[in-house]
């Protein structure tokens, strides 16, 4: 078994204000067979814990520790990172002018596993991967996200996730800005990859539309850079129902 255990993790950011906490101190465990959702109003630092587990610049660890079957990620490069098995769903992807999908997915799958991919089982696994989410294969001469829609975005950072495979993905809110069927889409994808049980899955969302099609094992309830509550599959249908503001109202009394 695989595990990925944050501990008594404090982020910080540079602000035109001077130094902003926030993260305050997040434990959470995701072992490989798990889907784990983390759910929570906007600021509540969802997309932080994303960013620092990653290795962003932007993001200072103040405290704590994020490892990786016992191995210390925080002193690692990014690169290092996603050699160690990590891989990053990002909520807005970046364009990337000038470099193909097609380069783009090759490099990446080089970098990852020391050698290049043999081209020509290469171009029918990246196809395969492409048409998985309903992408078609003249897609990967696109430049990286240069005038892809919202759907299109999130539908390569899917394939991204199949070819390359990692043993834990995050990933942040994937479902932001998808219609009904790409969400459908997405989803199947996710799933493919989480019925492997050797990866795990940390999915960061607002709402619960996406957890109608993949299932959690845990839900976290994440308010004023903390988890306020855990539970099971039951606790985002609360959410549903009830929304954040008892959690915002209790953090706010602390």
Known sequence: M???DIKDLHVSVNTDDGEKVILRGVDLTVNSGEVHAIMGPNGSGKSTLAYS???????????????LDGQDILGMTVDARARAGLFLAMQYPVEVPGVSV????RTAKTALDGEAPK???WIKDVNTALEGVDLDPEFAQR????GFS???????????LELLNPKFAVLDE???????DALRIVADGVNRYTAQADKGLLLITHYTRILQYIKPDFVHVFVAGRVAEQGGRELADQLEAEGYDKYVKAAAQA
């Open 143 to 146: 430049s990286v996200n240069e």
């Open 119 to 121: 081209l020509r089982t």
């Open 150 to 160: 919202g759907g299109e975005k999130k539908r390569h950072e899917i394939a991204q």
């Open 53 to 67: 587990i990653a290795g962003h610049p932007k993001y200072k660890i103040t405290q704590g520790s994020v490892t």
């Open 2 to 4: 695989t595990t990925l």
């Open 102 to 105: 097609a380069n783009f997915l």
């Open 174 to 180: 994937t479902d932001s800005g998808l219609d009904i």
